[in-house]
């Protein structure tokens, strides 16, 4: 459910070349109540705390502040592969956002050596470990993150199939959802990756 609406439209995706931007993102996900108890606010994702193909702890905490992408495939298959090509895309396009975005891809069926099967999969796909963090989670943990209040009607049994991408905001709360191995959906996630940067001051003379 969706509790933000679009003031405005882009007329021309930014990846074909639209300089000005005209918009505000929707949030996502069901009203929470504010730590007064009184008030509504937007919906945030639940903490979460993983390891990166670095070693390195990648966790909200450590994103504060940050916009990020963030999914869940498996570690091996067609659908990996696929969302492998299209991320590439997406790092190689907001390379210049440099530290605050972030894309976080968890790997389910990592294996027990799971530091070094993330290094070789990072390596596989040319990840910039600068950008990119391919991390490993619990099964359950992942379905608290991405199906609690069932936010876009995903069985969490199939989501990690799905290469459903969701954009995070520098407050944790989801501004945009995506087919992930989807060329136009993945073209519409970078626009709006872009947008959420000018919004913060990331980005001048847009």
Known sequence: MCL????????KPLTQGRTNIFVKLPHYGPA??????????FYKIPYFNFMNQQGKEVSSVALKNKIFVIGVTDYNGQNADK?????????????YLKKDFQIIIVLNQIGIDTITNLSLYAEKVHA?????????????????????????????????KSNELLLIDRN?????????SNLKEVNR??????????????????
Do not use: C
Not at 4 to 11: E, T
Not at 189 to 206: C, Q, R, S, T
């Open 4 to 11: 933000g609406f679009y003031y405005f439209a882009i007329r």
């Open 32 to 41: 929470q109540l504010a730590e007064n108890n009184k008030d509504s606010v």
């Open 83 to 95: 969302l492998a090509a299209q991320l590439y895309r997406v790092q190689d396009k907001l390379s």
């Open 128 to 160: 910039d470990n600068r950008i990119w963090n391919m991390v490993a989670g619990a099964k359950q943990e992942l379905i608290t993150i991405f199906e609690k209040n069932d936010l876009f009607g995903t069985n969490p049994s199939s989501f990690a």
């Open 172 to 180: 944790h709360q989801i501004r945009g959802h995506y087919s992930g």
């Open 189 to 206: 996630m970078i626009d709006e990756v872009v947008v959420l940067a000018a919004e913060y001051g990331k980005i001048k003379n847009m």
